[in-house]
């Protein structure tokens, strides 16, 4: 069965880095486009960065544009996450999320989520 | 980008209602939007993708209509396992954005 599991989550001083992770099994993660999404503390949620299934083209929201990177090791199963000059708003859940195809689609399969919290 | 707003934001039914949630476009998006159920703690569920086709293994009582602008959810027959918070998503080749939510709560 699909499996996503993210890591690197945790505790981080503003204008610091931290590297997301998450390892997918279950399917060929070279053959979907793959996600990150975000759910701040009381709010909603918000996609964060999405890479096509051979990681050539790459996105992302506006607020994260210039400090985020995603990226992909097909040959790993395991998307990543770069995460630099942090923000206490960039404090939230970090979900990585399977598309439906090989670019942006629908989100079919998510993993439980890691934690970033952005505090002094 | 998209804007994305749901109607209503607090929803209260009974076990047994039909009920309808709302979410609309700042501009045509065609059908590229999907719903998701998502449980305190628990990461989102996939229901609804391309506005009305039921992913597999979802219940037959969700269903998804709307093009352009408009778009519903309607849940049939509401169980208790429904009450959550529901979030629509547009979808395009470069970018996406997520509703702010409707909490579906127990009257």
């Known amino acids: 069965q699909v499996q996503l599991v993210e890591s690197g989550g945790g505790v981080v001083q503003p204008e610091k880095s931290l590297r997301l992770s998450c390892v997918a099994s279950?399917?060929?993660?070279?053959?979907?486009?793959m996600h990150w999404v975000r759910r701040a503390p009381g709010r909603g949620l918000e996609w964060v960065a999405g890479?096509?299934?051979?990681?050539?083209?790459?996105h992302y929201t506006d607020s994260v544009k210039g400090r985020f990177i995603v990226s992909r090791d097909n040959s790993k199963n395991t998307l990543y996450l770069q995460m630099n000059r942090l923000r206490s708003d960039d404090t939230a859940v970090y979900y990585c999320?399977?598309?439906?195809?090989?670019?942006?689609?629908?989100?079919?399969?998510w993993g439980p989520g890691t934690m970033v919290t952005v505090s002094s | 980008d998209v804007q994305m707003t749901h109607f209503p934001s607090t929803l209260s039914a009974s076990v047994g209602d039909r009920v309808t949630i709302t979410c609309r476009a700042s501009?045509?998006?065609?059908?590229?939007m999907a719903w998701y159920q998502q449980k305190p703690g628990k990461a989102p569920i996939l229901l609804i993708y391309r506005a009305s086709s039921l992913k597999n293994g979802v219940p037959s009582r969700f269903s998804g209509s709307g093009s352009g602008t408009d778009f519903t959810l309607t849940i049939s027959n509401l169980q208790p396992d429904d009450f959550a918070t529901y979030y629509c998503?547009?979808?395009?080749?470069?970018?996406?954005?997520f509703g702010q939510g409707t909490r579906l709560e127990i009257k």
């Open positions: 890479t096509s299934y051979d990681g050539n083209d790459k």
């Open positions: 998503q547009h979808y395009r080749s470069d970018s996406s954005s």
């Open positions: 501009r045509s998006i065609s059908t590229w």
């Open positions: 999320a399977k598309a439906r195809t090989g670019g942006m689609d629908a989100f079919d399969f």
């Open positions: 279950g399917f060929p993660l070279r053959s979907y486009g």
